[in-house]
């Protein structure tokens, strides 16, 4: 497995990270805990250094998971999770709203320790950008807990270019974790350049469209109500249909290199800058191998043109309207 440092950090990680939050939420499927812990341990056995977690998934449990799959393996992993809300189990709006009170994020590093087993979290993501307390504010109680050994690196995720900034003028950010894929590109004209000039690296989430860019879906695929992609506008059968010819795109370079849709999609994202790290999730040992095999894959300038033409034909928003509105500050 190839390596890349996040940024200018010293936070070097495996070209692909692992996703952890569809081994028992989100998907409306639950999976067998020994099963997503041996499938941890195998991700580790194929180079895969970097695993993706946060306090909400579950709640609590997907933490709970990822420090039992990573038992005896600390040595060998970068272990990244994130802060943000308060969650209260079966409250209003799903139990989860916006908290990054400084005094918060501590009980959060707090409680995520113990979750995960470990004496400290190396990327600790605030996970949404709280608009009522300012984001220098949770740059230095971040800056607190790495003065105190919690936590090794800082992160944002969704956050706006101007909040970057004034983040990292406070406690250096090594990384932010956004949605960037093939059909999601809304990063390229403000945050890239941004990340860039301050030595930022990017953590891609979704990178595979959430399973869309596998080239698995069509019209006809059903999703549970469970089913988080359930509620979004691009997973509604009228848009799933309508953007098949961007998977014919990726099924046809990927034919000529004999690799699947779902490598193309990866390599396009690791073409796009040094600094640049997926993290695809999965529940299966085959998807895994699938998607590191993606790091060995290299496209031509007629690919990624044709690749570029294919997504600017995309129909349908990532989010419903209110889903959105929490993105991008």
Not at 263 to 275: D, T
Request: aromatic share 6%; net charge neutral; proline share 5%.
């Amino acid at each position: 497995m190839q390596k890349r440092k996040l940024g200018n950090s010293n936070l070097e990680v495996s070209a692909l990270g692992l996703g952890c939050m569809g081994m028992n939420y989100s998907y409306g499927v639950v999976h067998d805990e020994k099963e997503m812990i041996a499938l941890l341990h195998q991700a580790v056995d194929l180079g895969v250094t970097f695993f993706d977690t946060a306090e909400v998934y579950g709640p609590f449990t997907n933490e709970e998971l990822v420090g039992k799959g990573m038992a005896g393996l600390r040595d060998k992993v970068v272990i990244a999770t994130k802060f943000g809300f308060n969650i209260v189990p079966n409250g209003a709006d799903g139990g989860q709203k916006l908290n990054s009170r400084p005094e918060h994020i501590k009980q959060v590093a707090d409680a995520s320790l113990l979750r995960l087993n470990i004496d400290h979290i190396d990327l600790f993501y605030q996970h949404r950008v709280d608009p009522n307390v300012p984001i220098e504010d949770v740059a230095g109680a971040v800056k607190n807990l790495i003065a105190a050994g919690k936590v090794k690196h800082f992160g944002l995720s969704e956050a706006g270019a101007q909040t970057i900034r004034r983040a990292h003028a406070v406690q250096p950010v090594t990384a932010l974790q956004s949605e960037y894929s093939i059909w999601w590109r809304k990063v390229e004209p403000e945050i890239l350049p941004t990340l860039e000039e301050l030595g930022i690296g990017l953590v891609p989430y979704s990178p595979l469209g959430r399973g869309f860019l596998t080239g698995t879906m069509g019209a006809d695929t059903q999703l549970s109500a469970t089913d988080f992609r359930s509620k979004l506008p691009r997973f509604t059968p009228e848009a799933m249909q309508a953007n098949q010819e961007l998977i014919g795109m990726l099924r046809k370079i990927a034919d000529e290199k004999s690799a699947t849709p779902a490598q193309i999609a990866l390599a396009w994202l690791l073409a796009q800058k040094p600094w640049i790290v997926p993290i695809p999730g999965t529940t299966k040992l085959s998807r895994l191998k699938e998607n590191i095999g993606a790091v060995a894959l290299e496209l031509t300038a007629s690919d990624l043109r044709a690749i570029d033409d294919s997504a600017a034909k995309v129909q349908g928003e990532r989010y419903p309207e209110e889903l959105e509105k929490m993105t991008g500050k």
